[in-house]
């Protein structure tokens, strides 16, 4: 069965710091993988997506994410965060519903706090 | 308007009562979704409508009743819910078929007392 879990429930850092938000997906195909951010009283955002081709996407905001396909992971990075990337951030892996229309399965979530 | 709108943003109801949450796509979608957002679960996908037509519904019970009129309107009607169904409610609109990014409106806060 698809799954997707993201290990960190909580995270906090620094503003200015570097970020990496883990994801690790269980897929039988090739997956197609997103990541999405919601703020407070908000919906969900699409940050960034894997379909094909280079592992290293790039998305809004700063944010890019490297598929590795031995290790069925998919992290979300940073180079710098700021304070506006406080969030809950989700990863999730695109499945195949019924009459071929698409679905997504999601990862728990994290949330990220950044200290001033 | 633009995106995906839902009405009401918060709704407080009693478990006898009946009401409706609505949702709006402006962006020339053919296939839409409910989810359920709990605090501390991942998202539950409920209900999925590709062009018009309801093509999955993940065992969801029958007080939450979907309706989809037409590919720029989605509908959950809610009856007689219980207290565990406080959450939030999030629709999605998409291409029809499959792996298209989906886009979120901003949800429904649903309080049952």
Redesign the interface.
């Known amino acids: 069965a698809q799954s997707?879990t993201q290990p960190d429930i909580h995270i906090t850092v620094s503003e200015g710091a570097s970020l990496e938000l883990r994801c690790n997906y269980s897929y039988g195909a090739t997956p197609?993988l997103?990541w999405?951010v919601q703020s407070p009283?908000?919906?969900?955002?699409?940050l960034l997506?894997y379909?094909s081709g280079d592992t290293l996407v790039q998305g809004i905001k700063g944010f890019e994410a490297e598929f590795k396909r031995s290790q069925s992971s998919f992290n979300l990075r940073k180079p710098s965060v700021h304070w506006s990337d406080a969030a809950e951030y989700?990863c999730a892996v695109?499945a195949?519903?019924?009459?071929?229309?698409?679905?997504?399965?999601?990862?728990?979530?994290t949330t990220l706090q950044v200290k001033p | 308007e633009t995106g995906?709108t839902?009405t009401p943003r918060h709704l407080v109801m009693g478990m006898t009562n009946k009401k409706s949450l609505k949702c709006e796509q402006h962006l020339g979608h053919n296939?839409m979704?409910w989810y359920k957002q709990s605090a501390?679960?991942?998202?539950e996908?409920m209900f999925?409508y590709?062009l018009e037509?309801r093509?999955?519904n993940n065992s969801v019970p029958s007080r939450f009743s979907p309706e989809c009129p037409n590919s720029s309107h989605l509908f959950l009607h809610l009856h007689t819910l219980q207290p565990e169904d406080s959450a939030l409610y999030?629709c999605?609109s998409?291409l029809?078929?499959?792996?298209?990014?989906?886009?979120?409106?901003?949800?429904t806060r649903l309080t049952v007392l």
């Not at chain 1, 009283?41 to 699409?46: I, M, N, R, S, V």
């Not at chain 1, 195949?96 to 979530?109: A, E, H, M, P, V």
């Open positions: 997707v197609y997103f999405y009283g908000q919906g969900l955002q699409l997506k379909f989700f695109g195949r519903g019924s009459s071929n229309t698409g679905k997504l399965i999601f990862g728990q979530g | 995906v839902q296939a979704y501390k679960k991942p998202l996908l999925v590709s037509e093509v999955e999030l999605a998409s029809s078929g499959t792996y298209n990014e989906q886009f979120f409106g901003p949800g």
